[in-house]
């Protein structure tokens, strides 16, 4: 049996964000900061894994000294924070996105496309938002590496620029139609779960084929030469992300059927459980 010291050091530990490492005012809390720092520079190695973008990933991780690639878009995306780039992305085709657009506006919707433009994302929409997405975009303004371009007839296709993501917030029950057409006829990677702060919210996600917190993480571990994986999770698309782990751990929060996929319970986002769990096995 390795001793402590050496599990901690080939242990990959990769933490969902909202509702696992962040509290409830979705920051990262100064206690978990330091607890992770603490970790970090006794040798743990620790990264997030999130459907977020480095446009909002990188201020909230920013008391965190992170020795490690963010996992961001579910996956799609490494971000080396020290480079301040992307170290690996992976791309939606344009036939891709012209099909899935097409599927979306038969149905009377129009979806946020993500293109990547160097080490920035611009975000383009046409037409109409719902509630929820105009509140997204207001409280997402300004933001470093990320910029929306609204009410573009284009958006369909932009010139040098790659998708990295098809995303909605819209009524769960709107966009169910939606998800299974697009998962029945489209090659794609679709991610559809409940909005954890709004239950009756559904977030749809699509990427490029391939794609999940899962294959990046198992791409990350083998980089580092990590024999073990540690997740931490709380809603259902940290599930396949907690099949593919070693030890998959979900906060007190987390929807019943995490916590029963999980092998073990913690306490909630809001007590810094996360930290706390990495803390104690320095």
Same mark, same amino acid.
Do not use: W
């Given at each position: 049996m390795m001793n402590q010291e050496n599990s901690q050091a080939s242990t990959l530990y990769v933490s969902d964000m909202d509702g696992t490492l962040l509290g409830s005012d979705s920051q990262v809390s100064a206690t978990s900061a330091q607890l992770l720092n603490q970790a970090i520079e006794g040798g743990a190695l620790f990264t997030v894994a999130t459907a977020r973008t480095p446009a909002t990933v990188v201020p909230l991780m920013s008391a965190v000294n992170a020795n490690l690639p963010f996992i961001c878009l579910n996956g799609a995306a490494m971000w080396d924070n020290r480079r301040r780039d992307y170290t690996h992305v992976e791309v939606l085709p344009d036939a891709t996105v012209q099909h899935i657009v097409d599927i979306y506006e038969r149905h009377g919707l129009h979806p946020f496309i993500y293109r990547r433009h160097g080490h920035l994302i611009n975000a383009y929409h046409y037409g109409p938002m719902s509630a929820q997405e105009s509140q997204f975009v207001a409280e997402r303004q300004g933001l470093e590496l990320k910029k929306f371009v609204l009410d573009n007839p284009h958006y369909r296709h932009v010139q040098g620029e790659s998708a990295m993501l098809i995303f909605s917030m819209l009524d769960y029950e709107r966009?169910?139609?939606?998800?299974?057409?697009?998962?029945?006829?489209?090659?794609?990677?679709?991610?559809?779960?409940? /909005? @954890?702060? /709004? =239950?009756?919210?559904? @977030?749809?996600?699509?990427?490029?084929?391939?794609?999940?917190? +899962?294959? +990046?993480?198992?791409?990350?571990? %083998?980089?580092?030469?990590? %024999?073990? @994986?540690?997740?931490?999770?709380?809603?259902? =698309? /940290?599930? &396949? #992300? #907690?099949?593919?782990? %070693?030890?998959?751990? +979900?906060?007190? =929060?987390?929807?019943?059927?995490?916590?029963?996929?999980?092998?073990?319970?913690?306490? &909630? =986002?809001?007590?810094?459980?996360?930290?706390?769990?990495?803390?104690?096995?320095?």
């Open positions: 966009l169910r139609p939606v998800y299974e057409e697009i998962k029945a006829s489209v090659h794609c990677s679709p991610v559809f779960y409940h /909005d @954890i702060f /709004d =239950n009756t919210a559904g @977030i749809l996600e699509i990427y490029a084929p391939g794609v999940s917190k +899962a294959a +990046a993480i198992k791409r990350l571990a %083998s980089q580092v030469q990590a %024999s073990r @994986i540690v997740v931490f999770g709380d809603n259902r =698309n /940290d599930l &396949p #992300m #907690m099949r593919i782990a %070693s030890h998959s751990v +979900a906060v007190g =929060n987390a929807f019943q059927e995490v916590k029963d996929a999980a092998r073990e319970v913690i306490g &909630p =986002n809001t007590d810094d459980a996360v930290a706390k769990y990495i803390s104690e096995k320095k």
